[in-house]
């Protein structure tokens, strides 16, 4: 047998095959389709294009429809596209979809996907989104495709995928607790560029790794498409498996692989994590690494926590450490990622008082879950930089007008970072406060 | 060899049954790492481009997000539309730096470049799913080159692009480079795209 690597084992299984080489174009069978309002209408019109008007989708239980994009909205078209997945969610009788202003309402798809079981080891993930690599962090294979790739699955259940090769990632030491998953993930494309993993898998592993729970795996996962990697993975341990077996509603079983010893890899970096600063991506792209400590004192105008790479409970945990019985200083923005972290944000409690009540006594303004002022989206939405302001951010991109303005500046920090410098108004170093 | 190269994935901006063996029009010309919120900004996303109206829309967007300095190089400030044609772009060609349409799945990138008249990128590198979405949704050519044209070519010279030799032309300057081969993608692009490929090898009935 060859030895491979977690993402081409996974593949082979996909593809019913004994093994892949990377570089390999292969046909994969797909076990799960993500899709949103932003892309969702435009798969379906694909999929009705060629698969005709009254064709049902391959397997209604594997498509899984989650809006999440422009939700609280006032724009007409935005709503228009809701309700096109709406009807087709009723017509093909899909059991997973998470309605808005409707008690299924979730919030930001790639941590819904886990939260409603739809992630497992070993499986293929596909949706209409970059960040479908987060799932990476629960041992499957799992990245973003476009429209057409998407309507194709929809009719066929299959893909062509080029195997790619894998990058290795080992993160051994102790984590000190004023860096988190973010500051590791910006530290690699920082290293590598935002086109350092181009057609490249990314995999995680060490110590550190193991260390983490799994919604910072996510978070690592989450940014690969930010160097520009196909795909995420860290090899499931007793944690995923937990995790996944308390959230897997279906009972579909699920096979945990790892990468072979002796497996070939295309890259490999060990890093100490014990000796890491915290990290910030400055204006205007992701891998515009800098240490906390050369930019300190620069000047903001907003702090923004948030979206599916930092609106995560345990992204809210480590920022409302900072802002228990503080006050910000700038406009702070809070949005938990999913119906289930806001629900979290108001039963969670630090020292007596709930994460939503921390924030709120804080001066921070808090939102309603879904992708929000991210992606910037239409020009109501919450948290948006309509204005060339400066913005640090626990979101994953700040390339020119992502969160709104052409002209604004975004820093991309861990939640600790962005908590630390709402409270003073500048870029603030988390170890000054913890 | 490449007869009715581009698929038929949405209606689009050029008539698919021309057969485009030659790509000619004025080059506009980008830096490094233009991404997808660059090629079309996420305000614009609520169109539908499976409603053919919308698509259109596409092309009124197409690079609104590239800050004005770096448009049109080496100049910059060189709008990508001009006064004419709100929707469809007097650039035929755009010549790019590394990693072209990094960023988000987005197929509305393609798109939007395809619904204001673009027919190829001429790029150091692609981003994957920006360059997956071009071949299989056919929306245009993503060249590969290994020169650094974009420090070569100005916005505005006439380009032209002989496909089957993989072969860029510049008329302006009497330039000329080799193109990277489209290699792998080639019998998806030579059959029309994703969904014409499938057919074509027996994965879907015909139509």
Known sequence: MTAMTLTEKILARAAKRDSVRPGENIWVDVDVLMTHDVCGPGTIGIFKQHFGQNAKVWDKDKVVIIPDHYIFTADAMANRNVDTLRQFAAEQGLPYYYDVHSPAYKGVCHIALPEEGHTRPGEVLLGTDSHTCTAGAFGEFATGIGNTDAGFVMGTGKLWLKVPPTMRFVFEGELPPYIMAKDLILAIIGDIGCDGATYRAMEFDGEAVYALNIEERMTLCNMVIEAGGKNGVIAPDQITIDFVNQRNKSGKPFQVMKSDAGATFAYEKVYNVSKLEPVVAKPHSPDNRAVVSEVKGTRLDRAYIGSCTGGKLTDFRAAARLLKGRSVKIDTFVVPATSEVARGLQTEKLNGQTLEEIFLAAGAKLGQPSCAACLGGPSDTFGRLNQALRCISTTNRNFPGRMGHKEAEVFLASPLTVAASAITGVISDPRDFL | ?207
């Not at chain 2, 109206?53 to 967007?61: A, D, M, V």
């Not at chain 2, 060189?78 to 072209?100: C, L, M, Q, R």
């Not at chain 2, 006439?158 to 193109?179: A, F, H, M, P």
């Open chain 2, 1 to 207: 060899m490449f007869a009715a190269v581009l698929g038929l994935a949405y209606p689009r901006h050029s008539k698919p049954e021309t057969m485009q063996t030659i790509i000619k029009g004025k080059a506009y010309v980008l830096g490094d790492n233009i991404d997808t919120d660059q090629i079309i900004p996420a305000e614009y996303l609520m169109l539908n481009p499976a409603v053919p109206e919308e698509y259109r829309q596409f092309g009124k967007y197409a690079l609104a997000g590239v800050p004005s300095a770096q448009g049109g190089l080496p100049k910059g400030h060189i709008p990508f539309h001009n006064e004419e044609d709100e929707f469809i772009s007097p650039y035929t060609i755009i010549v790019a730096g590394k990693n072209f349409g990094c960023g988000s799945s987005r197929e509305h990138a393609p798109i939007a470049l395809n619904a204001a008249g673009i027919q190829a990128v001429v790029a150091e590198f692609y981003a994957r799913i920006f360059f997956r979405n071009a071949v299989n949704g056919g929306y245009l050519f993503p060249f590969e080159t290994p020169d650094r044209l974009c420090e070569q070519i100005c916005t505005g010279d006439e380009l032209e692009i002989d496909v089957s030799k993989s072969l860029l032309i510049n008329r302006t300057t009497k330039d000329e480079w080799g193109l990277r081969p489209l290699g792998e993608v080639a019998p998806i692009l030579e059959a029309g795209g994703l969904f014409a490929y499938a057919r074509k090898v027996g994965m879907l009935p015909a139509s």
